[in-house]
């Protein structure tokens, strides 16, 4: 099963009903402008934890009622986070969402070491687009957590947009391992760590995925310049995900997909014991909301 766009995340994330959000230091107007939409969706039913004057009175001024919020007063935003990460160990949410607490501050938490929601698993961002000319949604892995990942960490990084995919229903991914070129070269570590990824794959290490690599975007994307390359490819040009190599290359390709072709993006952070909803206020309200979609669509997978 593959996702056409956003829209078809949503209506399957709806049709599983309302899911629980805790949101650390809540007291952000972008934040609340995103879960009074997602509220109102019908999508998610917030617990805001953070300074509840605050949090009041900006829930007035964009007219976000808190009638269905669960409320819980904690000023500090470290202690707010604690709080929240506490909600989601005692099953009163579904998964977390940041709102104005410094991101390192806000992951130390996540990562404590009593009461947190650690797995053994690494941590890692997927990014899911919607680009305009695309008959479904193109996803990227890991463009926003782990800077310069090695051979153990891609693994590990792939397993975990895998499992998420999985999780949501899409049973076979088709896995592109970028590169700047299709030559393996010693002296190119990408190369390298995408060829061995593509054998791992062809051992059955990645079920339910095919995985290729290393491959230049026009290859991953166009079955005309594989063509025109000489290469074999079963994916050929159907991709469903891509694995970089570092974090630039994954901030670049989502940014130049965002701002050259009219994207729309959205994304979470895998690895933890519940999907973490972790946004930029560059983000749009829309992003804000699809990120939410995206944790709420698997409540158990992370």
């Not at 999985?166 to 390298?192: C, F, Q, S, Y």
Request: no cysteine; charged share 20%; glycine share 8%.
């Amino acid at each position: 099963m593959r996702f056409s766009g956003f829209e078809a995340l949503f209506e399957r994330a709806k049709s599983l009903g309302r899911a629980k959000v805790a949101v650390a230091a809540a007291a952000d107007k972008e934040v609340l402008e995103a879960i009074k939409l997602t509220q109102e969706e019908g999508l998610i039913t917030p617990v805001l934890v953070g300074d509840l004057e605050q949090i009041k009175r900006l829930s007035f001024k964009i007219g976000f009622s808190l009638e269905e919020s669960d409320l819980i007063h904690e000023p500090n935003p470290l202690a707010a986070a604690n709080k929240a990460i506490d909600a989601v160990i005692d099953g009163q949410a579904h998964f977390l969402m940041k709102g104005l607490i410094n991101s390192a501050d806000f992951l130390r938490a996540v990562l404590r070491p009593e009461r947190g929601l650690r797995t053994g698993r690494l941590l890692s961002h997927l990014a899911a687009f919607q680009v305009p000319g695309f008959s479904r949604l193109i996803y990227v892995t890991d463009g926003g957590m782990n800077v310069a990942p090695d051979l153990v960490q891609k693994k590990a990084i792939l397993q975990n947009s895998l499992f998420y995919l999985k999780g949501i229903g899409m049973d076979k991914v088709n896995v592109i391992v970028l590169a700047a070129n299709e030559e393996v070269n010693p002296k190119i570590a990408a190369t390298v760590d995408a060829q061995a990824l593509a054998k791992m794959g062809q051992s059955g290490e990645f079920p339910g995925a095919l995985v290729e690599g290393p491959l230049a975007l026009d290859g991953a994307v166009s079955a005309v310049a594989l063509k025109h390359k000489g290469i074999s490819s079963q994916i050929n040009g159907d991709v469903d995900l891509f694995l970089v190599p570092t974090i630039e290359v994954g901030n670049v390709l989502g940014k130049s997909m965002v701002y050259f072709a009219g994207a729309t993006m959205a994304g979470i952070v895998l690895g933890a014991q519940v999907p973490i909803v972790l946004t930029s206020r560059n983000d749009t309200p829309r992003s804000k909301f699809m990120a939410l979609t995206m944790a709420a669509l698997n409540r158990t997978t992370s």
